[in-house]
């Protein structure tokens, strides 16, 4: 049994909240050992379990109840006529549920049909780009939001996505389907056992999201709800269910949906060995990028060092990798007490390949500038050898605009990198793409060996699946890139976010546990000295609810304690690291 495994490690947290032994050193570590690290905790993802303890990716009941999640989507697809398949989470689950939203339709308006995908996130489309997490503890607006996109639907199919089954707002749309069962089919995607689905009470609710997860249990014996939570270790940083929860649950639905489209359009049925070859082919996915070692932790390397010298980091990208960095990007500042500055994201096309919702945000400040225009104008003037740019993307993209943008970086810096994806022997691009970047070639080939498996898909779009791979693989370099810089910047202590506002109940509750595992007396008090900034709490404050607290903490960007009064930060400032003092 593996040490995350055993019942008797870290017994009272979920999987998704526990330390992971192989990044226990992480913050020590150097550039290729940390890009090791993070390999062996993606890794997990598709490990078998050893003994009956968690049910894991690729076991029998997982990939069952992925078939029967696929059949009910296809029936939507087959008569689509006032049904709805609607995706919803909140944070990095909730921009997963748009990228899917967003590629399915678009595979659906390539073959003339009309979309039947809608996504829901916490806070709004501005959630998609920045970090808004209070909305996660609001299980009203999310019941609004659901009814309010579902309005009229005689059949709704709901995938509710929350990694650690513990978001209230997902928990109000689950407890709104349960309700509602003549219309809505409630799907549950996380990757915690449900017996760890979290059970604190949820302010004006009858409900936790442990009672609403029950409830399916009893539904699912007649498969009338669904749950599709397989484990996959804990969290290379605890809790940032960025990485191998955003994985995996992006693994999970292009499995889903791509099966159903296939059974829809080329009259392919769902199986369980289609579906268990599909997730292989991800499995295939992450051998591939992290077979380029060397060059990732160069790259993390160089970004590292822009970080730690203040300067930034750009991801500029092409076609659909532009918005995995985007997102990447954005949950930088959540995770790491990160400047919006400090890494950024911007799309080829802006808001109109993004294709959100609420269309362009540019109102909002110029955080939410995401062109490569709004680079031009916002960026490039002030760039230098101290911030690191990364160009992404791949051979079916105008590889000569991605030529003329790279000419423009390199008079302003030498530290200008690339990811680019190839199908196998298309070397002439590969060729344009090394006199670009001579500084780091970057490459990442996927092969299309999976072409037989990939024909049952094959419908407009030859490379469909072929790009899913490559956005997962982007994801997994991206993710590795913004982490390991910022471990190497200082932003974790051990594999532990210290930089963190804590804006929500779970934060909150994360927050107190870390003071409390490095035994720190009284460490809620520590907590909410840091947040209302005293040295003695007031009768006042020690008898307000967390909701009082997440509240106030909001107004703060980072917390230390300087000269034994409590103040805002500065740059090495953290929750954990002002108590420990
Ligand atoms: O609120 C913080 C956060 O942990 C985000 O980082 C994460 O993406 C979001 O919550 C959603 O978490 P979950 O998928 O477990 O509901």
């Known amino acids: ?21 192989l990044t226990r050193d992480i913050d020590r570590a150097s550039a290729t050992c940390i890009v090791r690290m993070l390999q062996a905790s993606d890794a997990q993802m598709f490990q078998e379990g050893t003994g009956t303890t968690y049910k894991r990716l690729l076991s029998e009941q997982v990939v069952e109840t992925l078939m029967e999640v696929a059949k009910r989507v296809e029936l939507i697809l087959e008569d689509p006529q006032d049904s709805l398949v609607v995706l919803s989470g909140c944070g990095t689950s909730g921009r997963i549920a748009f990228l899917m939203a967003s590629s399915f339709n678009r595979a659906l308006r390539e073959l003339n049909k009309s979309p039947v995908y809608s996504y829901i996130i916490a806070g709004g489309d501005k959630a998609l780009l920045s970090s808004q997490e209070a909305p996660e503890d609001d299980p009203r607006m999310g019941m609004l939001s659901l009814k309010r996109v579902c309005e009229g639907k005689r059949r709704v199919l709901f995938i509710g996505i929350s ?60 498969q009338k709800a669904f749950l599709v939570n397989p484990a996959v270790g804990p969290e290379a940083i605890s809790g940032s269910s960025r990485m191998k929860g955003g994985s995996v649950t992006k693994i999970l639905l ?105 269309g362009p945000l540019i109102s909002l400040g110029p955080d939410f500038c995401i062109a490569h225009e709004d ?7 002030s760039l230098s050898d101290l911030d690191a740019v ?67 898909y094959l419908s407009s779009d030859e490379y469909t699946l072929v790009f899913f791979q490559w956005e997962l693989s982007t994801k997994l370099l991206l993710n590795a890139v913004s982490t390991g810089a910022h471990v190497l910047k200082g932003k974790i202590y051990q594999n532990h976010m210290i930089d963190v506002q804590v804006t929500n109940s779970k934060l909150y509750g994360r927050a107190t546990r870390l003071l409390r595992v490095y035994q720190i007396h009284r460490c809620e008090d520590a907590l909410l000295k840091a947040i209302y900034r005293v040295d003695e709490l007031t009768a006042d404050i020690s008898s307000s609810d967390i909701n009082t607290h997440t509240l106030a903490a909001r107004n703060r960007t980072k917390v230390r304690r300087r000269g034994g009064a409590w103040s805002a930060g500065g740059s090495n400032g953290c929750v954990t690291c002002s108590v420990c003092v």
């Open 390 to 456: 990364l160009l992404v993307y791949t051979h079916s993209d105008d590889v000569c605009d991605v030529v003329k943008l790279a000419r423009r970086v390199r008079e302003k810096t030498s530290n200008l990198h690339a990811v680019y994806h190839q199908v196998d022997g298309d070397t002439a691009a590969a060729v344009q793409q090394v006199s670009i970047c001579p500084s780091i070639y970057l490459s990442i080939y996927l092969s299309i060996y999976l072409s037989i498996y990939l024909s049952i």
């Open 254 to 358: 292009e499995v889903v949906l791509s099966a159903a489209h296939a059974a829809t359009f080329t009259n392919t049925s769902v199986t369980y060995m289609g579906i268990l070859q599909h997730m292989r082919a991800y499995e295939k996915t992450l051998d591939i990028t992290y077979a380029q070692e060397e060059g990732i932790s160069a790259l993390l390397e160089a970004a590292g060092r822009s970080l730690r010298r203040g300067g930034r980091v750009c991801y500029l990208g092409w076609g659909s990798l532009a918005a995995t960095g985007l997102i990447d990007a954005s949950e930088c500042i959540p995770t790491f007490g990160a400047d919006y500055n400090d890494v950024r994201g911007f799309v080829s096309g802006g808001y109109r390949e993004l294709n959100n919702n609420e």
């Open 1 to 21: 049994m593996r040490e995350w495994e055993s019942p008797d490690y870290e017994p009272s947290l979920p999987i998704s909240e526990k330390s992971n032994p």
């Open 375 to 381: 680079f031009l104008r916002l960026a490039l003037p």
């Open 163 to 222: 990694c650690g089954l513990s978001a209230p707002f997902v928990a109000g749309q689950l407890d709104f389907c349960l309700q509602h069962p003549e219309v809505f089919t409630p799907v549950l995607v996380g990757v915690n056992p449900t017996h760890q689905a979290r059970d604190e009470p949820i302010p004006g609710c009858t409900f936790t999201f442990r009672s609403v997860v029950q409830r399916m249990q009893e539904l699912a014996k007649s």
